[in-house]
C-alpha cells in the first residue's frame, strides 16, 4: 500500500463530473489497483476514489505532477499534485480476512446447508472461497449455471457491499468462474447499502435467521 499525504485538487470525469478543490489530503493507492482520497473526517468514507480494475499513470514533463487513474470505463480521476508532504509504500501481505461474530459465521453456515434460499437450482460451490484479497462466505452456481458469490452480513451496510464489489472484480477476471454475479445477504439491509448494490447490480437478500434455523414464528396464521 501506498500512502501519500498531499495539498492536491481532484477532479473525476466520467458518468458524472466533480472537483474537489485545492486541500491536503491523504491518497491511499492499494495493491489491487483502486486509488482513493480522504480528507481527515467523514470517518472511513473516501471524497472520491476509482475501484480496479484500473491504471494509474504519474505524468511527467509539463505533466509533472499530474496523476490519472482510469478504470475500464474510461472514466478519469485526475490528482493535480501542489505539494507532497509524505509519500511511502508498505507491504501488508495477504489479509486472512474479517473474523466474523457468531451470528454472522452461523448465518453462512445456515445458508450453505440451505442454499435453495437464494432460489431454486441453486447449488453450492464451497464456503469461505479463498482469494487473494481473502475468503469469499459462500460460491455458488444459479439454476442455469451461473457462479454467484454471496457476502453474509449480520447487518448489512455500505461497507459490506464495497467488500463484495472487490470480490467480484477479482473474481471476474478467471476465466472458470466469469460472469460471476453478486448477492448481498443479511438480517438487516440499510437503505444506502440497498441503493449502492442495486446500482452495481448487486442483489440483495434478506436472512430470516429463525427460519433458516428452522424454527417456525407463534404468529397465527388463516392457513
Given at each position: 500500500m501506498r500512502l501519500v499525504i498531499a495539498r492536491c485538487s481532484v477532479?473525476?470525469?466520467?458518468?458524472?463530473?466533480?472537483?474537489?478543490?485545492?486541500?491536503?489530503?491523504?491518497?491511499?493507492?492499494?495493491?489491487?489497483?483502486?486509488?482513493?482520497?480522504?480528507?481527515?473526517?467523514?470517518?472511513?468514507?473516501?471524497?472520491?476514489?476509482?475501484?480496479?480494475?484500473?491504471?494509474?499513470?504519474?505524468?511527467?514533463?509539463?505533466?509533472?505532477?499530474?496523476?490519472?487513474?482510469?478504470?475500464?470505463?474510461?472514466?478519469?480521476?485526475?490528482?493535480?499534485?501542489?505539494?507532497?508532504?509524505?509519500?511511502?509504500?508498505?507491504?501488508?501481505?495477504?489479509?486472512?480476512?474479517?473474523?466474523?461474530?457468531?451470528?454472522?459465521?452461523?448465518?453462512?453456515?445456515?445458508?450453505?446447508?440451505?442454499?435453495?434460499?437464494?432460489?431454486?437450482?441453486?447449488?453450492?460451490?464451497?464456503?469461505e472461497y479463498m482469494t487473494a484479497i481473502g475468503p469469499v462466505d459462500i460460491l455458488c452456481r444459479d439454476a442455469d449455471g451461473g457462479t454467484v458469490a454471496v457476502e453474509i452480513k449480520r447487518r448489512g451496510e455500505i461497507d459490506g457491499v464495497e467488500q463484495l464489489t472487490r470480490y467480484l472484480d477479482l473474481l471476474n477476471r478467471d476465466p472458470h468462474l466469469a460472469p460471476v454475479q453478486g448477492v448481498f445477504a443479511a438480517q438487516e439491509i440499510k437503505p444506502q447499502a440497498r441503493v449502492l448494490a442495486t446500482d452495481r447490480g448487486i442483489r440483495c437478500q434478506v436472512l430470516d435467521y429463525d427460519a433458516l434455523r428452522g424454527i417456525e414464528d407463534d404468529k397465527l396464521r388463516l392457513f
Amino acid at each position: 500500500m501506498r500512502l501519500v499525504i498531499a495539498r492536491c485538487s481532484v477532479d473525476y470525469a466520467g458518468r458524472l463530473t466533480a472537483h474537489l478543490p485545492s486541500a491536503s489530503r491523504l491518497i491511499l493507492v492499494k495493491a489491487d489497483g483502486s486509488v482513493s482520497i480522504h480528507a481527515d473526517d467523514r470517518a472511513y468514507k473516501p471524497l472520491n476514489w476509482m475501484s480496479p480494475p484500473c491504471t494509474l499513470k504519474e505524468g511527467s514533463g509539463e505533466e509533472d505532477g499530474v496523476w490519472t487513474v482510469v478504470n475500464k470505463a474510461g472514466e478519469k480521476l485526475i490528482i493535480t499534485m501542489e505539494e507532497i508532504l509524505h509519500d511511502s509504500s508498505h507491504e501488508l501481505g495477504v489479509d486472512p480476512g474479517l473474523i466474523k461474530d457468531g451470528v454472522e459465521a452461523h448465518l453462512q453456515e445456515l445458508l450453505a446447508d440451505r442454499i435453495e434460499t437464494l432460489g431454486d437450482g441453486y447449488t453450492l460451490i464451497r464456503r469461505e472461497y479463498m482469494t487473494a484479497i481473502g475468503p469469499v462466505d459462500i460460491l455458488c452456481r444459479d439454476a442455469d449455471g451461473g457462479t454467484v458469490a454471496v457476502e453474509i452480513k449480520r447487518r448489512g451496510e455500505i461497507d459490506g457491499v464495497e467488500q463484495l464489489t472487490r470480490y467480484l472484480d477479482l473474481l471476474n477476471r478467471d476465466p472458470h468462474l466469469a460472469p460471476v454475479q453478486g448477492v448481498f445477504a443479511a438480517q438487516e439491509i440499510k437503505p444506502q447499502a440497498r441503493v449502492l448494490a442495486t446500482d452495481r447490480g448487486i442483489r440483495c437478500q434478506v436472512l430470516d435467521y429463525d427460519a433458516l434455523r428452522g424454527i417456525e414464528d407463534d404468529k397465527l396464521r388463516l392457513f
